[in-house]
C-alpha cells in the first residue's frame, strides 16, 4: 500500500516547525538549568485550552487560542518572579507548578465524558490530523520568536526569554502536545552539549530526523507517531551523545 503522504507532510512540517523554535530555546534552557519548564508552560498552556473548553468556547477558534497564550504568559511572568525571589529552588517550584497545573486539568476534565480522550490528546497529541490550513500562520508565529531571539538573543533579559518561551509553547503544545514538546526542547540540546562548533546545526538534525524517522515508523507499525518521534528522537540523541563523546578530548 502506497503510504498517504497527505497525511504525513503537515505532520512533518508541524514537527519542523517546532523543531525550529525549540532547538536555540532548548539549548538555553539547558545553560540556565531549568530543563522542566517547558513542561511547566506547555501544561499551564494546556490547562488554558482546557478551560477554554470548559466554558464552551469552539475547540479551534480564537477564544481558545487566546486563552492558552494568556495562560501561557500568566506562567511564564510567574516564573520570572519565583526565580528573582527564590533562584537556589527555581527548578522545584517549575516542578511544583507543573504537578498543580497537571491535576488542575485532571479535575475540570473529570466531569466531561471526553475528559481522557482530551487528557491523552493534550500530552501526546494528534500530530497526523495537524490542520494543512494552520500551518502558514504557525510557521508565521515561529519565523517572529526566531527573529527576536537571534535578533535579541540573551539581550532580552530574563523576562524576554521567559515570554518568548511562552509564545513557542503556546503554538507547540497545540500541534504535537505535551511530551514531544519536551523533547523536541531538550533531547537536542543534552545531546550536543558537549559541542562547540556545529552545535545549533547537529541539535536541528536530530530533531528533523527524529520527527521523520517517527512518522515513518508509524506508517509501517500502525502505532501512534508521538509516543514513536519521542523514542526515535531519543534513539537518536543517544547516539549522538555517544558518538562526540568519543571524539571529545580526554
Known sequence: MTPDLSIIWPALLAGLLVTATHVPLGIQVLKRGIVFID????QIAGLGVIVADWLGYEPHGAAVQ???LSAALAGALLLNWTEKLWPEVQEAVIGVTFIVAANAAILLLATNPRGAEHLKDLLIGQILWVNPAELPLV??????????????????????????????????????????????????????????????????ALGAFGYALGLALSLVSDLPP??????????LGIVAALLISRQAPA
Open 226 to 235: 508521538g509516543p514513536l518521534i519521542v523514542c526515535a528522537m531519543t534513539a
Open 39 to 42: 513542561l511547566a508552560v506547555a
Open 139 to 204: 510557521a508565521l508565529v515561529s519565523a517572529v520568536i526566531l527573529a527576536l531571539w537571534f535578533g535579541f538573543g540573551e539581550r532580552a533579559g530574563r523576562i524576554g526569554f521567559y515570554l518568548l518561551f511562552a509564545c513557542a509553547v503556546t503554538v507547540a503544545v497545540q500541534l504535537v502536545g505535551v511530551y514531544l514538546v519536551f523533547t523536541t526542547l531538550i533531547v537536542p540540546a543534552l545531546a550536543t552539549r558537549r559541542m562547540v562548533r556545529g552545535r545549533m546545526a547537529l541539535s536541528y
Open 66 to 68: 487566546a486563552a492558552a
